[in-house]
C-alpha cells in the first residue's frame, strides 16, 4: 500500500520532499511496505489519501509479505 501512495503522491522524490528524508528511506518504506515514524506516516496519508493504517506494516497475527529472492 505503500507504493501505492508514493505513486499518488507524484512519486519517490515527491515523497521524499514532503516527508523531508531522503530518497532512499522512501524506497525503503516501499521494500519493507511500511512508513517507520507516525509524523511521515500522517503526511503520506494526507497527500495520498491513504487512511495511514495502511502502512503500519505487519500487524499482530498476520504474515510477514513475501521475501523476493
Given at each position: 500500500?505503500?507504493?501505492?501512495?508514493?505513486?499518488?503522491?507524484?512519486?519517490?522524490?515527491?515523497?521524499?520532499?514532503?516527508?523531508?528524508?531522503?530518497?532512499?528511506?522512501?524506497?525503503?518504506?516501499?521494500?519493507?511496505?511500511?512508513?517507520?515514524?507516525?509524523?511521515?506516516?500522517?503526511?503520506?496519508?494526507q497527500a495520498s489519501g491513504?487512511?495511514?493504517?495502511?502502512f503500519a506494516g505487519q500487524?499482530?497475527?498476520?504474515?510477514?509479505?513475501?521475501?523476493?529472492?
Amino acid at each position: 500500500m505503500v507504493a501505492a501512495a508514493v505513486d499518488l503522491v507524484g512519486g519517490v522524490p515527491a515523497v521524499a520532499r514532503l516527508c523531508g528524508v531522503s530518497r532512499q528511506s522512501v524506497y525503503s518504506w516501499i521494500r519493507e511496505w511500511r512508513v517507520e515514524r507516525l509524523t511521515d506516516a500522517l503526511k503520506l496519508s494526507q497527500a495520498s489519501g491513504i487512511p495511514m493504517e495502511k502502512f503500519a506494516g505487519q500487524t499482530l497475527g498476520s504474515k510477514p509479505p513475501p521475501k523476493k529472492i
